[in-house]
Structures are given as structure tokens and as C-alpha cells.
């Protein structure tokens, strides 16, 4: 008796729309000739709010022009979590292109019946609905007829991709016009009526106790409002921002700190994380042996990073209004909702109490001191009479209370047989958790809730699971088609130094030392790094980009004195953007990056340009990774609190990047923000080796380092 195949899975809803099905949270139709899109992602510079409007103007049959995108915000906005992990297109893009097309479709309806035509005979073009004998209607004049207050229909069928006019096509920014003129758009530039002003006191020393705090000097400055001390938590409120600078500096002269806690050995990174108390997990275990296959000899390798810094451009900035028992917070949190359920902890109010919304900030990406800020600002408005208040951190503070990226030691064994193939893989990773943001436990994670009279426990970081990507182990399972491995994770448990989310989470460090191990195989074996990569490869999207960078690239090109060029590849978080870069050094008393060449397949590309910008930047930012940044330390306090001392990348040594989009129109897009990072430090590393013929496994390559590496080669 033949088995009947199972039925089909019946549709479903996007995962951003089924969690906010209600289509009047997404859009709403105004009789002037607007369409208001309130997307629960925010804009951070990586030009989505651009990109999504494309894909509603589009599916609505609407002119760009006619598209309003409303800031995130708890009063309005769908809650889509976080702006984080490169996912706007795939969660936001998705649900608003379903429920555009779904709203089309539901104002089609309504135009039919006003109209008396058939839905199949009606056109829309720039949002007038038209049919047979000129008849004609418009979604604005529809607009109080037609009620979205409906949840959203699985099974919807938007635009094929040929249909589509705007996506897939480049078209300016909407945020940079803002920027380019000076106007205001970021929080740091925003002014509300009546607007106080903060500061907040913090110890030098690593978790450092408030023990005494003497109020007369600050007391005297002109201007000030509120001196607020709840257990080691302390600042002041003034009329002026230069008042709350100089009664902030009269506290800390009047402030007495317990000791901190001791900080690892800087310049022993590797041996502190793989001492430390861990939670160890096996992420991957393959497990295939060739027919006469043996071991001939294993090849062992340990590439570390070290912790690295957001150093934003503008340190973090919030303002917070107290009426009553509610708050108004305007942040440039990239999670506006799920600031608000920490805010709710620590404060001991219902979440409706608490109103948080969006404004953009100015380099603002990963868990830096953005959501810090935030409750900073509410504890010290507390104390403002019913006034705003508007607190920004120091640079000083930026670079030593915002959480960092972790530090990472990574180690990977290779089995070669007799010929130096590849037999057996097993990477190893030591890392504390990649991961603190607010809102996803049952304890906040803000610093200022560390430091009150009643403190809620220190969080220490976690990993999102592999299935969100992963965190320290995310791009640790090879996409190279090797016999076996097995990849570990050891978490740390402990964390002296605080770690949250920095761009690519641990997917850079495992790119960085997966692609280095493959280069040194390479290398071994006389094989060219591009065709060696290619053998390995089963997935012709991954060879694609490879093959479309080294075209590009000319690779490889003659050999230069104190010129070398390196090749790198990932996929981001293994289900993202396919990126390959192929890197140009110079090496002369420092390493310089002359050229990057790229090659990205973000599947469809919603705005190409939008999409360049972005592997520019990511590739820019790796740079500067690679060749500078690091966070000093002694054994007491967080050291490089300035650009002197934690240099990022000039102007002047930013390299030529060029990019080229790999357009899958067929496919469901992407994103591109974080695709950069990993394959851009491999390829640079990977260049170092190729010029100088010795190997720098430890982040960031100075020139002590290569020196190093040069005594021990």
C-alpha cells in the first residue's frame, strides 16, 4: 500500500509580522498623499530606513517621495526586538513587503466596489487606482474607508522580482542630506524645551565601591540643580552643560572608591582565557574518514584577538523626562523596546509606564554605551523637577564603562595524510559570552542597575544559540568540505572585563583564524590560496564571490618587493552574505593596506549602492581592527581612554576599496553589515605573510608584533 506524501505546511506569516500582525502597526495612509512606514528597526547609519522604504513604495505602486518613515519608537513601532546580526532586510524587509502587498490588495478591494469594476481590471501608478472608462480612485481618498486595524493574511504573494521598479536599483539616502548640511538629526544635536543637563561619576578602577562622597564643592557651582547618589551610583544635574562639567569634576575630587577587582595580564591573553572557570559545549562534530585515509601528520595553530573597542564617534547621549509615574526616554538604543523592559526593572514601574524612542546617533552599532546612557539619564531625571535631562558620557567613559568586544584565543588542530590533504579538523574557542543587551533576562543589563544601593547581580555575558547565529563560536563550522571536525566553545563564566556585542560577534576572530590555517596548508603545499579555497568549496555561491574578487583583483599579481596580497572568505553567521575579500599591503616600517577588492552575493540586493556602502565600511572598519585596535589595560583600570592611546584609522591610511555586487534578484536578500569583517582580516593577515614570509597570529599586526613573530619563525 503506497504512503500518501505529507501534506504541505500551510503558510506563515514573517517572523517580524506574525509577531506584530496588526497591519496598522506598519503603515498608515494619510488624505494629504503620505504613506507613513513604522518599521520596529532603526537606523544606524547602514541606510535601512532607505532600503525599506524602497521595498513599501514599491509593493504600494507609490512614488519614493510619498514615503514617510516614522523612528522606532514603544508608542507606535512594531516591536521587531533589536537592530543587530545584519537582519533588518530579512525580518523588516520581509514582513513590510508581505504586508504592503497585502494592503494593495485590500484597497484594490475597496476600489472595486466604488468604482463598480471588476479587482482584475483596476492599475495603480503612484498610488491613483484607475480602470476601464477612466474611473479612478486613490488609496488617498480611500484612506477613511479602508480600516488596517486587521492582522496580516499568511500566504500573501508579493511583487515578482521583475515586477519590482525600485528595488535592485540605487536611490539616495534618506538620511544623508541631514548629515551632509549640518542638520540636526542625531540625538547629540537635539534640544528640548526647558532641557537640564548630567553627569555621571564613575571610578577609574575596574568595579570600584563608592564608599565616601563629599557634596560641598559641587554644592557651590552656579547653576546646578541635583546631586544624586544612590549607593555607588552618583551624578549631578545642571542648567548648563559646562555646570554639570564642573560640578561633576568638584565631586570626584570629594569622592573616596573602595579597591577594584584585578584586571588579566594584558599581555597574556591566551594563557588567562584558557584558565578561567568555563562552560564548554561542542557546536559541531562531523565525522567521515576516506577509505585508506591516515593521519601522517597534525599541524597546530592558536590565533588570538584582543578585546576591542565600539569607540564610537560621538560618545553615547540620552534624555529622559519624568511626568508622575511615567518617563519619556529619547535614545539612540538600537532596541528601543527592549531598553524599556530593563528600564522596568530597575525602576520597579509597568512597561506602559515607560516610553522609549529612537533618534539616531552618531556612530552608534553593537552594544555600546547607548543603553547605559539611557537609564543614566532617567536616575538623574528623577531628581529635575518634571525637566528634561540630557546626559552624555566623556570619551574617557565611552572607552572604559561601554562594554567591549571580547578578547578570543582560538586554536585549530589540521590532519594531513601523506599528500597534505586535509583529513581532520577540531577548532577550539575561549571567549567570554558575545552577548549582554538589555532586555532578554530576568535581570537588567545596564551599568548604572550594577551600581545602586541595592544592586542587581553583574550579568555575565552569554552566546546567542547557533540557530541565531551563535556568538564566540559564530563561523567556527567550516563551509569547506573537510572528512571531519569537531568545533568547541568554552565560554568563560567569569568576566572582569565587561563584554557585550561588538559587530560580527566572534565571527571575526574564527574567519580570521579558520582562513589563516588555510592559507598556511596552502602555503606548504606550493597550491595557490584561491584555487586551494575553490577545491573545498561544493557551493557555487561560495566559489562565485571567490572567483569575482580575484577577477576582479587580477589576482595574482607579480610579485613586488614589500608587496603582498592575500585572499579571505566567509559566510556571515553561515546563513548570510557570501563576502570574499582579496587585500594589498605594503610593508614598510608599518603595515599600510593599499587596496581591498570585494565581492558580495547579499542575495537581492534592495539598493546596491546601499549594499557597496556598507562592505566599504565593514571593510574599512576590519582594517582598522587589524592594524590598530586594541583596549589597554593595566591590572587596575581600563588605559586607553583616547584616541592617543586607542588609534583607529586615519583618512589619510584608509585604502582604496573597491566592491562588486553579486545580484541574486531570485533571492530572498540579506544583510551586509557585518559580511566584511572576518574575510578582510584574514586577507590582510594573509598579505602580511605573503610579503614578509612570516605569519602574525595575533591581532592587531603592529610592528612589534611582526617582530615577534620574525624571533619565533
Not at 406 to 434: C, F, K, P, T, V
Request: glycine residues 8%; proline residues 6%.
Amino acid at each position: 500500500m503506497s504512503q500518501q506524501a505529507p501534506a504541505p505546511s500551510p503558510p506563515a506569516l514573517p517572523v517580524s509580522l506574525a509577531a506584530n500582525p496588526k497591519l496598522s502597526t506598519w503603515l498608515k495612509f494619510s488624505r494629504s498623499g503620505q504613506v507613513m512606514v513604522s518599521p520596529g528597526k532603526v537606523e544606524i547609519g547602514q541606510g535601512i530606513v532607505t532600503a525599506l522604504a524602497q521595498i513599501a513604495a514599491d509593493e504600494l505602486d507609490i512614488d519614493l517621495s510619498r514615503v514617510q518613515m516614522i523612528r522606532a519608537s514603544t508608542a507606535v513601532s512594531p516591536n521587531e526586538g533589536v537592530t543587530s546580526g545584519s537582519l533588518s532586510i530579512q525580518q523588516s524587509g520581509r514582513a513590510l513587503r508581505h504586508a504592503c502587498a497585502e494592503v494593495r490588495q485590500i484597497f484594490l478591494q475597496q476600489a472595486a466596489e466604488r468604482l463598480g469594476v471588476g479587482i482584475d481590471a483596476l492599475g495603480i501608478e503612484d498610488g491613483t487606482i484607475s480602470g476601464p472608462g477612466n474611473v479612478r480612485t486613490s488609496y488617498w481618498e480611500l484612506a477613511d474607508e479602508v480600516s488596517l486595524d486587521r492582522d496580516a493574511t499568511p500566504g500573501i504573494k508579493p511583487k515578482i522580482a521583475t515586477s519590482r521598479t525600485l528595488a535592485g536599483h540605487s536611490v539616495q539616502r534618506i538620511d544623508i542630506p541631514d548629515k551632509l548640511f549640518g542638520r540636526p538629526r542625531f540625538i547629540h544635536d537635539r534640544a528640548l524645551a526647558g532641557m537640564l543637563h548630567g553627569r555621571v561619576l564613575r571610578p577609574e578602577h575596574a568595579r570600584a565601591k563608592l564608599r565616601e562622597l563629599k557634596e560641598d564643592s559641587a554644592q557651590a557651582v552656579a547653576g546646578l540643580v541635583a546631586i544624586v547618589r544612590d549607593g555607588s551610583f552618583a551624578g549631578v544635574v545642571a542648567e548648563t552643560e559646562h555646570g554639570a562639567e564642573t560640578a561633576l569634576n568638584a565631586l570626584r575630587k570629594g569622592a573616596t572608591w573602595s579597591d577594584g577587582e584585578p584586571l588579566p595580564d594584558e599581555d597574556d591573553l591566551a594563557s588567562f582565557l584558557k584558565a578561567q572557570p568555563c562552560e564548554s559545549t561542542v557546536i559541531g562534530r562531523k565525522t567521515a574518514t576516506a577509505p585508506g585515509a591516515a593521519v601522517a601528520r597534525t599541524i597546530r595553530r592558536q590565533y588570538t584577538r584582543p578585546y576591542i573597542a565600539h569607540a564610537s564617534i560621538a560618545p553615547s547621549c540620552a534624555m529622559a523626562q519624568w511626568a508622575g509615574e511615567r518617563v519619556h526616554v529619547w535614545t539612540h538604543s538600537q532596541g528601543v523596546y527592549l531598553l524599556r523592559t530593563d528600564l522596568a526593572l530597575v525602576l520597579k514601574l509597568p512597561v506602559e509606564n515607560i516610553t522609549v524612542e529612537h533618534l539616531e546617533g552618531a556612530g552608534c552599532y553593537g552594544h555600546n554605551a547607548a543603553d547605559d546612557v539611557a537609564l543614566d539619564a532617567v536616575l538623574l531625571a528623577k531628581y529635575a523637577g518634571g525637566r528634561p535631562v540630557r546626559v552624555q558620557w566623556s570619551r574617557q567613559g565611552e572607552m572604559s564603562d561601554a562594554p567591549f568586544g571580547a578578547a578570543m584565543a582560538i586554536g585549530i588542530e589540521a590532519d594531513l595524510d601523506a599528500q597534505g590533504e586535509i583529513i581532520g579538523w577540531r577548532h577550539s574557542i575561549w571567549s567570554n559570552g558575545h552577548a549582554a543587551r538589555p532586555g532578554r533576562a530576568a535581570q537588567p543589563a545596564l551599568l548604572a542597575a550594577f551600581e545602586l544601593e541595592n544592586p542587581f547581580p553583574r550579568m555575565v555575558s552569554t552566546n546567542p544559540p547557533q540557530a541565531n547565529g551563535g556568538g564566540g563560536d559564530r563561523n567556527s563550522i567550516p563551509l569547506y568540505d573537510f572528512p571531519s571536525w569537531r568545533i568547541e566553545s568554552h565560554r568563560l563564566t567569569t568576566m572582569p572585563i565587561r563584554t557585550s556585542a561588538l559587530r560580527t560577534l566572534g565571527g571575526q576572530g574564527n574567519v580570521f583564524a579558520i582562513e589563516s590555517m588555510l592559507d598556511e596548508i596552502a602555503a606548504e603545499r606550493g597550491e595557490d590560496p584561491v584555487a586551494f579555497r575553490l577545491r573545498h568549496l561544493r557551493d557555487q555561491r561560495a566559489q562565485d564571490v571567490i572567483r569575482a574578487a580575484a577577477t576582479r583583483a587580477r589576482w595574482k599579481p607579480e610579485k613586488q618587493p614589500g608587496i603582498g596580497h592575500g585572499i579571505g572568505f566567509g559566510r556571515y553567521k553561515n546563513t548570510g552574505a557570501y563576502c570574499a575579500a582579496i587585500a594589498e599591503i605594503e610593508s614598510a616600517e608599518e603595515i599600510s593596506v593599499r587596496k581591498l577588492t570585494l565581492a558580495v552575493d547579499v542575495g537581492e540586493a534592495i539598493n546596491p549602492d546601499g549594499v557597496i556602502n556598507q562592505i566599504e565600511g565593514g571593510a574599512i572598519q576590519a582594517a582598522s581592527w587589524v592594524l590598530k585596535e586594541r583596549v589597554r589595560f593595566d591590572r587596575e583600570r581600563i588605559t586607553s581612554t583616547s584616541w592617543t592611546e586607542y588609534p583607529i584609522l586615519r583618512f589619510s591610511e584608509v585604502p582604496d576599496v573597491e566592491v562588486e555586487v553579486i545580484q541574486r534578484p531570485d533571492m530572498d536578500p540579506v544583510g551586509a553589515g557585518e559580511a566584511a569583517h572576518g574575510p578582510v582580516t584574514a586577507a590582510i593577515a594573509n598579505a602580511v605573510f605573503d610579503a614578509l614570509g612570516v605569519r602574525v597570529r595575533d591581532l592587531p599586526i603592529t610592528r612589534d608584533r611582526i617582530i615577534t613573530a620574525m624571533e619565533l619563525s
